[in-house]
């Protein structure tokens, strides 16, 4: 089983791409990016359905359902720390 990691911030340069029309683009990043970045304060987001979180789920992390992903469900989230968004991946 692996896991589609995503991870975007406005304080992570090096890590997500500007888009002139969008402003900060997730990107996907490689374990040792993860691990730096859970290390130095980053969010982890899980965003399968609260039964899947239950299950099983990254130490840490919190559950946003991509379902229920809007302004007021990340509204507890610091916006000047990265945030990883991941799901986990079973193909």
Do not use: F, N
Not at 21 to 33: A, D, F, K, L
Not at 37 to 56: H, K, M, N, S, T
């Amino acid at each position: 089983m692996g896991a589609s990691i995503v991870c975007t911030s406005a304080s992570l340069e090096h890590s997500a791409r500007r888009s002139s029309q969008t402003g900060w683009m997730p990107t996907e990043i490689e374990r040792g990016q993860l691990q730096e970045l859970v290390a130095q304060g980053a969010r982890l987001v899980e965003v399968l359905p609260p039964e899947e979180y239950e299950d099983d789920h990254l130490p840490g992390a919190i559950s946003i359902p991509l379902k229920h992903l809007h302004t007021d469900s990340v509204a507890p989230l610091e916006r000047t720390s990265p945030v990883v968004v991941y799901c986990w991946d079973t193909a």
